[in-house]
């Protein structure tokens, strides 16, 4: 049996390789790691291949974390808590048909104070089949507990009144578009838990008054 001759690398080229291997994870670190973990961009390099991008600061991962820490000690929202309670009827009015002729289209901006440890409404007016985008958001990120509802219009006025709700939650921002099923007053209950007062900045646009 021959014997088996093993390549001998000369010791030049094992000091080559070495010396490119550092060479180009130096120029991984500087063009991919730095600006992916770190944020660091010495060359611009990164930005234009788009590891910039993947850097999240330190700052908004804290804030994030936050967030979670503030909303996970919420108390849940059941069923129950959507629109009245089933010894309030639907009126009739509210399968009433829709108007041949719907509002005119506008847009607003407005804000609604939240005070402290209390809780607010803020409704517009839409018939019935009105349509209307809506985006609101807390100034500094609060967390507010809010209720997204609306009034069925009655000729005559009740002891208690008829609603339904669309969207319950705890949030700081909430955008959408709605489709009014009857007429009547359609908006937000936001309620404030916190010690200090809480400004929401409202946008609407669609086929509502004010």
Known sequence: MSEMKHPILE???????????????????????????????PTGAGKVLGFSKLYVPESNQT?????????????????????????VARPVEADFPAPEEQLAAREDETTVIVPAGKGIE???????????????TTTNNEVLYFDFHGEVKQKEEV?????????????????GTFLAPYEGKHGWFFRNTSNEDVTVNLRLKGQYTL
Request: cysteine-free; hydrophobic content about 45%; aromatic content about 10%.
């Open 11 to 41: 010791k030049s080229k094992i000091i080559k390789a070495t010396v490119i291997a550092l060479v180009v994870g130096a120029l991984l670190l500087v063009v991919a790691v730095l600006p992916a973990e770190y944020g660091i961009d």
């Open 159 to 175: 002891k208690e009144v008829y609603f339904e709700s669309y969207t319950i939650s705890n949030s700081h921002n909430m955008v």
């Open 63 to 87: 804030d994030d974390l936050g967030m979670m820490v503030s909303t996970s000690n919420l108390p849940l929202i059941k069923l129950e808590k959507a629109g009245s309670g089933p010894d």
């Open 122 to 136: 803020f409704k517009i007016n839409m018939l019935k089949y009105g349509t209307m985008k809506y985006e609101w």
